[in-house]
Every structure is written in C-alpha cells, then in structure tokens.
C-alpha cells in the first residue's frame, strides 16, 4: 500500500543526484565502501525517503534518488500535478490481471512472463523498484484487498510469487515482496496485532514468502503495518533480522510500507533498512542522536545504509547510469499491443468455470442476451494503491460481438453501476431496467448475466461485511431465470461471493475474478469456446460465511485478532471438519474431460518423485492443473489431512496422453517442530495424493518416508514416558520409580507427569537433584544443551 500520497512531480528536481563521474565512481565501489565514506548525518538520511516515492540520494557522494513505484499487476506511476492522495491519475500502462486471478492460473512459467512484460514497462518509465508482489495468505474471504493476493495456500503463493519476482527482476527492475508479515485484514490493519501461535505463522503466513526469499532473491522486502504477536512488524528483530536474514538468508533490502514505522530508532536497530515515505528529516534526525548517544550502533545504520546503496547500484546497472531518474520516453521500451495481447491469454488462462450443463460454449449462431452493466462496464481491477490506468480497456459485450454471428447479441444493462453517469442512470428506473433484461432473455436462445460485486464493496482499506452478492443483482438472475433457464452468469468479483441463487438458477457459472484491462475480450474467448478454460480455484468457495476458518476470530477486537484456526486455513479446514462447499479449492472444468492414470511415487534423498499419465478423452484441447497433495494420517501432531505440494500445468491435444513428472521437496514435507524449533520431518507413511482439487482425488499411493531424527535434551521436566522411552535416560530413573513402573495402569495414570515430580513423592529414595545432575551429564555426552 502507498496510499494517501500528496503531489509527485514526473521530473523534479535532484531525480539523479550527482554528476556522471560521481555516480561512475560510486558504482566503481563496494557498498560498503560508499557508506565509509559518509557522515553520520548522510547515512541516515539514505535509510528513508527523499520524497513520496524517491529514495533519498547523496550527491557529493555520487549516490542517486530511486524512484519506486506501486504494482503488482501494472506500473501505477504517479504524472506530474496527480491528485492529492495519489490513486487517481497516474501514466498508462498495461493493467495485467489483478493476483486472484493470476493465482487461478497454477502456471509459473505464465506469470513469469508477466513479470517480464511488467519489467520492460517499469524500466520504460525509470522505475528502480516495482512495489509487489502481494502473497499474503487469503485468512478470510471478507479481507477487503483479498484481489492483490494469489491464494489461501502458502504452496501456490510461494510458486506462483517466485516466477513473478523472477521474471520482473531478469528486466533490471527490483521487486518488493509484500506485505511482510501475517497481513491479513484491512481492519485496524495500521495498528492491529496479529497474534499467531509458531507453527501457523512459520508453515501458513511466512512459509510463501520464505519460498520466494530462497528462490528468486527480491531486491526488496516490504514489512507490513500490523503487528506481529504484539511488536509492529518495522521493529520485529526476530522477523526482520532472526528469521529473514539468519535463517532465510536474505541480503536484499527491507523497507517499510508507507507509514508503517512506528519508531524509527528501534526499526533500524531490528533490521529495517529503508522508511518510506519522507518524515522530512524528523526521523533522520531521531536516527543521527540516538547514534550519537548510544542508544542506536553506528554498525546497525552502517548495514541499513550499505543495503540503500546496495539497491541503488542494482537499479542503475539495468541500463546505464539514468535508471532510476523519472524520464519518460513516450511509447518506447516496451510493445504495448503485445502486453495488451498477453493481458488477454492471462486473463483467459485465469478464468474458471464453476459449472457447466453443457450450456457452454456458445455457438456462433446462438441468439444471447448479454445481461448486467458488468458486460459494457467492465470491473477489471480492485481499488486502493494498485489502481493502474490502462492502456485501453475491453469489454465483454464487444468481445462477444467479435465472436458472434451479426445481429445474434442483445444487450439490456439490468442495474446500474455506482460509476454510472447520474443523467443516463435516471433515464430509467431499476424497474424498467429489469423489465427491459427480461423481454431480451425471453426473446434469445441463451441468457449471459454478467454479475458482481461494485467497486465500493470491496477495496484496499476496509473489509468486506459480507460475500453476499447485491440483492437487486440477484433479483435480476431470478427474473430473468423464470423467462429463460438457459442461464449463463459470468460473475465480476476481487473476493468469493455466497453463490446460493446463482448456481440454483443458472445453467453454468463462469468465475471471472478482476481481469485487467483485456479480460472482456478473454471472457468472450472462453464462452465462445476459442479458449477452452483452464483456470483452478486458489481459493475454497464455502457455501456459507459461517462455515469459514476465521469465521468467529475476524476482525478481532482491542487492538489484537487471535489466529485461532491454527494451521487449518483455507481447504485444510474445511477437510479436517469435513465440510461440504460450493466448490472446493483447485476445483475447475474444462470442455473437455482428463484422465489421470498410472501414478507412481518414489521416496529419494530429495523428497518425493511423483509421475501419472494424463489422458486428454475429450474431443476439445484443453489444459489440465496436475495436484499432488500430501497427509499423514499418523503424525504426532496436528495435521490436516491433506496440503498441496506439488502441482503442473499440462496443455494436451484431444485425445493425447502424456507422462506428468513432478517432484515434493524433503523441505515441502517438513512441519515446524516447537520443541526443536527447526524444520523437521516426521517419519511414517504418507498418503499421496494426485487429482484435479482437494476433494476430486484421481490416485492414491501410501509410501514410507524416513524422518529426521529429533534428539531433545532430557531433563526433570521430561514427562516420564519420555524418559521411559530413552534406555539410557530410563536407567537413570528406574530404581527409584520401581513401585509405579510395575503398575501399568499406574504407568498410564502418570506418565504425562513431569519425572522431577514423581521422583519427589515419598519413598523413592532418591534425590531429585541428584537424578537431574545426571541427565544433564546424559545430555552433554550427546552433544545436546
């Protein structure tokens, strides 16, 4: 989020800082080199803003301004004279579909090419840093900026958010992983802590971005706002510095979101690098007196500073020394038709159809009435600090007239749309609308509604009430329903929405998500069958609100909301309750149908090697999403019964058949062990799994996985099964529990009990002590502290 941003000019002044010579002579030196050579008051000055969206620059030192700018799905640079809070009029630029389309996708090497196309249109503008990816996990379907994350599962986030950094980064554009940590509301979202317990926070809410951190290297991490266990993310040492960059082994740069620091001094000191937007020298100052007395290292704003130059050398080599400056040359750098051509195969790709009697696809000759203002009034992306202004914008209704035979497309409006012109809105009363959708529908073959949720339901900044669809919208479907029951809804929406009436009254359902700037033409594309849909739900779609994981810990209230889920979030808990959805994640159809045969699973030193053959037994090309899912019904803690850990897009002719060879880490297997406080994994038989969702499983294998070996140190506080199943550690404490160790019932009535405890009853003639000097002698000769 960069929201509530006053004027940015395009080319003001100090853009690039410093002469040629300086700045060769700058990128002729180490980071750190540069910092040495500083002031005190320099060096701090380099760790926040210059300006709402440049860095601060150096210029005795030869050090530039980098402009950073608002993503993910498009380049939103702010033109000279922008309106005051920043979101209305920024540069064209392509609007590639909004994340919870994209993440409907499965498709890495897909999104890796909108990376791509996003990084020649960054470049083109003199971006240095585009500020996304979001992978936030979707916690809840009322979370207001749902639209900007890919998925309810770490797995698809982490993967999916990995081929976009990569492809962004490989144009010389710095991405800006985000929103670093457990951001998962709207509500309160400035102040709120989010309270997690370990595992759900490591295996659910950090493991996607520890994929990506491992994987792709971003340039740029961005913390988040809320807090985390009640310490804001800015100034969280443990996330910051502990688990980013001592056990993810991140060397990027970590900047704040914006106005997202709550004490300067303190977020240098855990690991933040950068605080945007300017404070205007406040916080500088802040920075240089707590250095000067003491209460701040010098060493700690000498590593934020060097991580500055450190970015701003990356961004000034992607092609010469004036990247990074705010020079815009007009139409150059990038092909604007083909991104808008690739906008249309992504939105296409991103499309999943929920249902489907046979209805779909359309023929040519079909006489349809386009129904509902979504059609000629596209809803293509989600409001906030992504909205692009796109090169040019399709809509459904033209698309579907390219497609169809003349004279074969109708079209009535329905409702209106909050955007609407007034004069045009009042020319006809919601009555009229209606009556004038129904008179279409009954006169045609085929009624197509284009349904959804208006712009000022769902928004960056607050959250949804409800994943109700409009009321009038679903009168409209009901009316229109009773003239023709050869229904088609095409639905518009950032977030799910209750389908209820919708899949009760219509013939198919047609999940549209945002689309971007193309998605009229690539909705037109697959209704009319010259796409065949191939897009998966990355998220579960419940029949009820009430039936959601957070159901009754979202928002939470004073100030903290408790993560009381647990690991069981999305598709896992709706598994482990066993819970019937609409429609189940991973879920899409297809005009074709696909076969999965001949699974094979083999354990190795790597993980798992899974292969199964893929039939195409349609009559259609179409395009397959291969899960792997994983469980281990024996664990000895929690466990859902089933997580995605594997999955491949597979494009197949009619009739064709393929071999699908996918792999499961040894590191996708592990869970976090909150004794060991290590990643670990437990042994036994997993079951594994591969189908076409979460509840559509094709083939199952059982195979034994070796687990790693936990040693625990053993001490007083052991319970005495645990001692008891240690020989060494048994012996020590044998001859003084005799008289309950002979007892089995008395064995089980204490064996959760803390060995101290029992060795201090009367009678065991032993000093409790003395056993616990023992056991710390047992632990030091295996090494464990």
């Known amino acids: 989020m960069t929201d509530l941003q006053p004027d940015a000019t395009e080319n003001g002044p100090g853009r690039t800082t410093g002469g040629a010579p300086g700045v060769a002579a700058m990128l002729a030196l180490l980071p750190e080199e540069v910092v ?12 926040s803003g210059s300006s709402f969206w440049f860095t601060q620059g150096v210029s005795r030192a030869g050090i530039p301004e980098v402009l950073l700018t608002d993503g993910p799905h498009g380049v939103r640079k702010q033109r000279g004279g922008a309106d005051h809070v920043g979101l209305a009029d920024s540069v064209p630029a392509t609007c590639f579909p909004p994340a919870v389309a994209l993440g409907s996708t499965f498709d890495p090497d897909l999104l890796e090419r909108v990376g791509v196309a996003l990084g020649e ?44 950094v990569r492809g962004l980064q490989s144009q010389g554009v710095g991405a800006s992983l985000k929103h670093f940590a457990a951001n998962n509301q709207e509500a309160d979202r400035m102040r709120v802590s989010a309270d997690v317990d370990e595992r759900p926070l490591r295996e659910i809410y950090l493991r996607g971005f520890q994929r990506v951190v491992t994987e792709a290297e971003p340039w740029t991490l961005m913390c988040s706002y809320n ?11 443990w996330l ?27 977020g240098v000191a855990a690991g933040l690098d950068l605080e945007m937007p300017s404070s205007e020298g406040r916080t500088d100052a802040e920075v240089v007196a707590a250095v000067r007395d003491g209460s701040l290292a010098e060493a700690a704003l000498d590593l934020a500073a060097t991580r500055v130059v450190d970015l701003v050398q990356k961004a000034l080599r992607r092609d010469g020394h004036d990247s990074g400056g705010s020079h815009r040359v007009e139409g150059a750098g990038y092909d604007v038709d083909a991104h808008h051509a690739l906008a249309r195969e992504v939105a296409a790709r991103s499309v999943v159809l929920l249902e489907n009697d046979g209805i779909l696809p359309l023929a040519p000759t079909t006489r349809v009435a386009v129904i509902g203002a979504f059609a000629a009034q596209p809803r293509y992306q989600g409001a906030g600090s992504s909205l692009i202004n796109p090169t040019r914008l399709d809509t459904a209704l033209d698309g579907m007239r390219e497609h169809a035979a003349e004279g074969t497309v109708t079209y009535a409006a329905g409702f ?16 009229e609308l209606v009556r004038e959708a129904v008179a279409a529908a009954a006169a045609s073959d085929v009624a197509v509604l284009f349904l959804g949720l208006p712009a000022e339901l769902e928004s960056e900044g607050f959250d949804r009430a409800d994943i109700e669809l409009p009321a009038e919208q679903v009168a409209l479907l009901g009316a229109v329903a009773d003239a023709n029951p050869r229904v088609v809804v095409v639905l518009s929406n950032g977030g799910v929405v209750r389908l209820g009436e919708v899949a009760d009254r219509s013939a198919a359902v047609v999940e549209g998500w945002l689309l971007g700037q193309a998605g009229g033409t690539a909705v037109a594309d697959v209704l009319y069958g010259a796409v065949n849909p191939s897009g998966r739900l990355a998220e579960t779609i419940p029949h009820r609100l009430q039936d959601s994981p957070a159901y009754l810990d979202f928002p939470g209230e004073r100030g903290h909301v408790r993560y009381g889920e647990g690991l ?11 819970l019937d959805v609409a429609h189940p994640f991973g879920h899409g159809l297809s005009y074709t149908t696909f076969e999965h045969s001949g ?16 039939t195409n037994t349609g009559e259609r090309d179409g395009r397959e999403v291969v899960q792997v899912y994983t469980g281990l019904a024996s664990s000895d803690v929690a466990r859902p019964p089933r997580e995605l850990k594997a999955f491949g897009s597979v494009a197949l002719a009619a009739g064709e058949s393929r071999v699908v060879e996918l792999r499961v880490s ?40 070796v687990g790693d070996e936990v040693a625990m140190p053993l001490t007083l506080e052991s319970s005495l099964d645990e001692v008891m199943a240690d020989p060494e550690a048994a012996q020590l404490v044998r001859e003084g529990l005799s008289r309950f160790l002979d007892d089995p019932d008395m064995v089980k009535l204490i064996g959760s009990a803390p060995v101290g405890r029992i060795l201090g009853f009367p009678g065991t003639g032993v000093v409790p002590a003395e056993v616990g000097a023992r056991l710390e002698r047992l632990n030091a000769e295996r090494g464990l502290t």
């Open 240 to 266: 910051l510095t502990d688990v980013l960059r001592g056990e993810w082994g991140f060397t990027g740069l970590v900047m704040s979101d914006w106005g997202a620091v709550d004490d300067r001094v303190a």
């Open 666 to 705: 040894r590191a996708d297997l592990a869970c976090w062990d909150i004794r060991a406080g290590a990643w670990v994994v437990e042994g036994g038989s997993y079951a594994v799994e591969v189908g076409a969702s979460s509840r559509d499983i094709r083939g199952s294998e059982t195979v034994a996985v």
């Open 36 to 47: 040495a050579g500083l002031t005190l008051e320099e060096k701090a000055s380099l760790t």
């Open 568 to 578: 069981f979030v999305g598709y896992r808990w709706y598994d482990a309750r066993d």
């Open 121 to 164: 249109e960054a470049a083109a503008e003199g971006v240095g840093v585009l500020l996304g990816p979001g992978i936030n996990i979707k916690r809840s379907p009322l979370c207001g900026r749902n639209f900007e994350y890919l998925s309810e599962d770490p797995f698809v986030s982490g993967v999916l958010g990995a081929a976009l």
């Open 227 to 237: 807090k985390i266990n009640g310490t804001y993310a800015s100034q969280n040492r």
């Open 416 to 431: 209106v749309l909050g955007d609407t012109d007034p004069a045009a809105a009042a020319a006809q009363t919601g009555e």
């Open 599 to 614: 699974l094979s699973v083999t354990p190795d030193a790597e993980g798992l090697a899974v292969s199964v053959t893929v």
